[in-house]
């Protein structure tokens, strides 16, 4: 195994799950390390940090949730966490707790690795300071502040450019509401999810083609949006 | 009114009356002759109150003008005649008569109040004994058989139960069969529910009084008791005497009824339970090979080996597309679960509808790829406060049943309309249409049409739980067809606030 792949720590206490994430994460250019429950998982984060963590959250020893939060409490290692369906509350949750994002079981290879890529690839514009996110037409410079499609310079208003900011600095993963209102509007506006609805029906008319059929910027129903990478535009793994 | 029978009663009484008081006589006279006795008129009082207490009232007054005539021959001078000679005699004579007449009405009632009293105890030991009985009654065949002996001890006479059920009648088939046609036909009224109490003569010069054991609950059966021959003008308090004791019985019943019923409850609602948490478990067992199959298909598919040759690729995709209905499946029934358990907390909050539109689409883009796919979403459709994620499954159950059925190739219309105050999200086919049975039967749990049950599989869980979760949003789901094969459109529709109540936003900047 090549010592310049990317590092990956699965933890899940399914032996099959493990089987094919490590064929698939192989396949995709990562060398996997394996961990069956919590304490492995973190015993392994310290012994031999990874460049991505993919947990589940149903583990014999300890929840999930727990080893996200004494993982973060020192990494900020790129997080993908696998969740089951109908349990909005809980994604959320564990987003607000540090995870990058999720991916609902049972999930295709393809989604999960768009998923940790977007994760590296943003950890990596964090440390290299890069400006520009592109995500398909769409361009941001964020340390010239200035949005184009396609060549074409864009207008917003301060928040709006906020908004698309903050989507952009995460773009390709999930961002939850209350991050946005923080962010945007403040702690006291933490519940007022029709604000968002508001700025994303303006911000989607002036990026989107068609802004009833969003390409760009997507709503995750129930815990947030997400501006999405096309497919393939960003193979962090293949380039390291 | 007065009978035959009782003027025959009083004449016999008066006669006897009579002979009582010829006997008081003999003795007077023996009395008199020996030993010149004069003053004893009182003995005259023995037979008017012995009359009084045996005979009733007009024997008693009967024997007191004979007393009163027999004094005045003994007693009064001039002795042995009925003559009075003195004026004071003809007023002690009248005050016998006076203190004869009280004797012997007092006599008279201190026997019916005896009498009654004496009934009244042995009413009230039997009452007290019946209500013991039901008060340890244990099964409603013990207390058809309590009702049964205390009524006829009541009455006295024969006491027949009908419909009890519990085999408090088992014992009681000869009595039933014995009884008149009259009587029969009688109490198939009161079984009937068109009366709950009536009297009938038998025939045979018996009156028969046949009502509801309850009447509240028709399934406690039917009495029937035979009165004997009673005078019209008692049957009716003979029939409250039976409603006092039929209402406690009837009370004991219900109790008892309630005690079954419930524990009956207790027992569905524990298999209820075992079941859910079966469907949980086996589903949460499923679920996680069905994980490693789609993931393991999904990976599989992208091997260089696999990729370059299309029959394999199509295959990967076999797996995966099966593997995600599977999944679908259970997910029903794991909604079906939460449904049934009343566990649907809708987390409303402000959404834009196509958001709702566009993310159903996404997850079924492999599954509508079969199909010509077109939007028809208005521009700034206002934003409904709903579950987003509730309203996303029942409307992506609604895409997948358009896509099930209908033939691959026919395209499939999606919209989502702004129509008076509500937002109606709309899906149409052009697939097998609906006839106005299967339209009414629509969203029944586990309904599934007659016509394609052999030829498309599914569980008829998934409109029910469309309709449950839109339900629970305070919309409605409504299903159109032309017929057989004409399509079919099924609509959403969920009630916005007037525009003045959609949400706002402060100056941005």
């Known amino acids: ?240 | 009114m007065v009978g035959m029978g009782a003027v025959r009663r009083e004449l016999r009484g008066s006669a006897i009356a009579l002979v009582m008081v010829a006997v008081t006589t003999l003795v007077v006279y023996a009395l008199t002759q020996s030993l010149e006795v004069r003053r004893g008129s009182v003995i005259y009082l023995l037979p008017v109150l012995l009359a009084g207490w045996h005979l009733g009232l007009i024997p008693a007054l009967v024997a007191a003008v004979a007393g009163v005539l027999w004094s005045g021959y003994f007693f009064f001078s001039p002795y042995y005649s009925f003559y009075l000679a003195r004026p004071n005699e003809i007023l002690n004579l009248v005050l016998f008569m006076v203190v004869a007449g009280v004797t012997s009405h007092l006599a008279n009632s201190m026997k019916t109040q005896t009498e009654i009293a004496r009934k009244r105890e042995k009413e009230m030991g039997d009452l007290y004994a019946f209500s013991r009985r039901l008060a340890g009654a244990s099964s409603a065949a013990d207390i058809y058989l309590a009702i049964q002996e205390h009524l006829a001890s009541l009455v006295q006479r024969k006491v027949v139960l009908f419909g009890t059920g519990d085999g408090g009648d088992r014992d009681a088939k000869s009595d039933q069969s014995a009884l008149s046609q009259r009587v029969h036909v009688a109490i198939a009224e009161v079984q009937a529910g068109r009366t709950l109490a009536t009297t009938v003569d038998d025939g045979a010069g018996d009156i028969w009084l046949i009502r509801r054991v309850s009447q509240k609950n028709a399934d406690f059966g039917v009495i029937a008791i035979d009165l004997g021959s009673v005078p019209p003008s008692d049957i009716e308090e003979v029939r409250k005497r039976v409603d006092d004791v039929l209402s406690d019985a009837a009370a004991t019943l219900e109790r008892l009824d309630v005690a079954r019923a419930l524990n009956d409850a207790k027992m569905r609602s524990e298999t209820e339970l075992l079941r859910e948490a079966l469907i949980g478990s086996v589903s949460h067992e499923l679920r996680t090979p069905l994980a490693s199959i789609l993931g393991a298909a999904t990976v599989l598919s992208k091997s260089a080996v696999i990729a370059k040759d299309e029959r394999l690729t199509s295959l990967a995709g076999v797996v995966r597309d099966e593997a995600d209905r599977l999944n679908n499946d259970i997910q029903n029934l794991l909604d079906a679960t939460r449904i049934s358990r009343e566990q649907i907390r809708p987390r409303q909050e402000w959404i834009e509808p196509q958001d709702i539109v566009n993310s159903a689409l996404e997850r079924r883009r492999r599954r509508l790829s079969a199909h010509t796919l077109s939007l028809d979403v208005d521009s700034n459709l206002p934003f409904i406060y709903v579950d987003p994620v509730l309203v996303e499954q029942a409307f992506g159950q609604i895409v997948d049943n358009a896509a099930k059925y209908s033939p691959p190739g026919s395209p499939i219309t999606v919209a989502a309309k702004r129509n008076g105050r509500d937002v109606v999200l709309s899906v149409h086919d052009e697939g097998v249409g609906l006839t106005a049975q299967e339209n009414a039967q629509l969203g029944e749990r586990f309904f599934r049409g007659a016509r394609h049950a052999a030829t498309t599989s599914g569980s008829g869980l998934g409109l029910w739980i469309a309709k449950a979760f839109v339900t629970a949003n305070g919309g409605k789901i409504e299903a159109a067809s032309a017929g057989a094969d004409q399509g079919t459109t099924v609509s959403i529709h969920l009630p916005f606030a007037t525009p003045a109540s959609q949400p706002e936003v402060g100056p941005d900047e």
């Open chain 1, 1 to 240: 195994m090549n010592e310049a792949n990317p590092v990956v720590l699965v933890v899940d206490d399914e032996v099959q799950i493990r089987r094919f994430l490590r064929a698939g994460l192989e396949l995709d250019g990562f060398a996997v390390q394996d961990a069956e429950t919590g304490a492995d998982a973190l015993r392994w984060a310290t012994l031999k940090p990874p460049d991505l963590v993919i947990l589940d959250l149903g583990l014999p020893d300890m929840d999930g949730a727990e080893v996200l939060e004494r993982l973060r409490a020192w990494s900020s290692v790129p997080l993908i966490v696998l969740s089951v369906r109908s349990n909005e509350a809980e994604k959320v949750r564990l987003l607000e707790s540090g995870a990058d994002d999720y991916v609902v079981k049972p999930f295709g290879m393809a989604e999960l690795l768009a998923r940790a890529h977007a994760a590296m690839r943003r950890h990596v514009r964090v440390s290299t300071g890069e400006p520009v996110v592109k995500v398909g037409p769409l361009a941001i410079d964020l340390a010239a502040r200035i949005v184009t499609i396609n060549g074409a310079r864009v207008m917003l208003t301060p928040k709006e450019y906020r908004l698309l900011q903050l989507l952009a600095q995460h773009a390709g993963n999930v961002v939850t509401h209350q991050f946005l209102l923080k962010e945007v509007w403040g702690s006291p506006h933490l519940h007022d999810t029709h604000y968002l609805r508001i700025f994303v029906r303006k911000l989607r008319q002036k990026i989107e083609v068609d802004p009833t059929q969003p390409r760009i910027l997507l709503t995750e129903l129930g815990v947030g949006y997400r501006l999405v990478v096309p497919e393939g535009a960003s193979q962090v793994a293949a380039a390291n």
